[in-house]
T-cell receptor, first 115, second 113 residues
Framework: EPEVTQTPSHQVTQMGQEVILRCVPI?????FYWYRQILGQKVEFLVS????????KSEIFDDQFSVERPDGSNFTLKIRSTKLEDSAMYFC?????????????FGPGTRLTVL | AQTVTQSQPEMSVQEAETVTLSCTYD???????LFWYKQPPSRQMILVIR??????QNATENRFSVNFQKAAKSFSLKISDSQLGDAAMYFC??????????FGAGTRLTVKP
């Protein structure tokens, strides 16, 4: 069964450093998303991406964040200058398949720790 | 703005018994989707069940079923014959036609042997 994959599973970085979180969505999906979950809190929407551009973003997704689909398979989230409060679990999701086009399937997440 | 409320931070159930997790939401839209996701200790988000708002019939997936009350904006999850592997955080989520998903705060389910 196809699934969303994310790398790395755990990323540790120093405050102020740039990080790139990588995702490979399900191959026939058209919509891609990033969410984050600070430890002990709810899952929060960051951004959605369709047809090579951002379709919607939340207030969390400020100028420090960017997304890119550099080739036909990868979908990346870049944080330019990480802050302590960026420590969280980051989930990639995709949707738009033929069977359940409205259902978002999540990857296993990347745990980001900012020191 | 759409909000999703899960009023039960924690629930527990005896193995093989039935438990119901509550979820309410607020929206002015008529076309939307509702989901329950399970998050085990590994923290992966696993889809449990989905419901389209235009469908009156409640969704069912094996031991999991929902009670969808559109007028009351309620979407509860019933887990029958609870198993130890059902222990996890359960998140209710709402998605409009615009695509972004709103999650509730979650309910931590404990299953007692």
């Amino acid at each position: 069964e196809p699934e969303v994959t994310q790398t790395p599973s755990h990323q540790v970085t120093q405050m102020g450093q740039e990080v790139i979180l990588r995702c490979v969505p399900i191959s026939n999906h058209l919509y891609f998303y990033w969410y984050r979950q600070i430890l002990g809190q709810k899952v929060e929407f960051l951004v959605s991406f369709y047809n090579n551009e951002i379709s919607e973003k939340s207030e969390i997704f400020d100028d420090q964040f960017s997304v890119e689909r550099p080739d036909g398979s990868n979908f990346t989230l870049k944080i330019r200058s990480t802050k302590l409060e960026d420590s969280a679990m980051y989930f990639c999701a995709s949707s738009g398949g033929q069977i359940a086009p409205d259902t978002q399937y999540f990857g296993p997440g990347t745990r980001l720790t900012v020191l | 703005a759409q909000t999703v409320t899960q009023s039960q931070p924690e629930m527990s159930v005896q193995e093989a018994e039935t438990v119901t997790l509550s979820c309410t939401y607020d929206t002015s839209e008529s076309d939307y989707y509702l989901f329950w996701y399970k998050q085990p200790p590994s923290r992966q988000m696993i889809l449990v069940i989905r419901q389209e708002a235009y469908k009156q019939q409640n969704a069912t997936e094996n031991r999991f079923s929902v009670n969808f009350q559109k007028a009351a904006k309620s979407f509860s999850l019933k887990i029958s014959d609870s198993q130890l592997g059902d222990a996890a955080m359960y998140f209710c989520a709402y998605r409009s036609a615009i695509n972004d998903m709103r999650f509730g705060a979650g309910t931590r389910l404990t299953v007692k042997p």
